[in-house]
């Protein structure tokens, strides 16, 4: 019954920005760390980055460091990611993640929960 949805993606000119949302329910997810990871065609998923819902505390993959910021609106249990200076690098289907615990988790064999992704395509 846990459910994540993302929502937000489209097709942007590089150098452009979008934000993405991850509307999460179902349970609390004061214990649990809210990732956003990324993958392309054929490829493995990628971390992008995490926030920890009760702290705030936020951690980025250095690919995007500088460019997005995660973060969540505790009331309404959804997770943001806002990308600026979008690259064609960028372009892959995003999704949302949770997992129960504690520190930084890249492998996305050790989350509970995922959302069905939205697409990102960043045009050259």
């Known amino acids: 019954q846990v459910q994540l949805v993302e929502s937000g993606g489209g097709l942007v000119q590089a150098g452009g920005s979008l934000r993405l949302s991850c509307a999460a329910s179902g349970r609390s997810f004061n214990d649990h760390a809210m990732t956003w990871f990324r993958q392309v065609s054929g490829k493995e998923r990628e971390f992008v980055a995490t926030?920890?819902?009760?702290?705030?505390?936020?951690y980025y993959d250095d690919s995007v460091k500088g460019r997005f910021t995660i973060s969540r609106d505790y009331a309404k249990n959804t997770m943001y990611l806002q990308m600026n200076s979008l690259l064609p690098e960028d372009t892959a289907v995003y999704y949302c993640a949770a997992r129960s615990g504690v520190g930084i988790v890249r492998e996305p064999a050790r989350y509970n929960y995922w959302g069905q992704g939205t697409q990102v395509t960043v045009s050259s």
């Open positions: 926030i920890y819902w009760s702290s705030n505390s936020a």
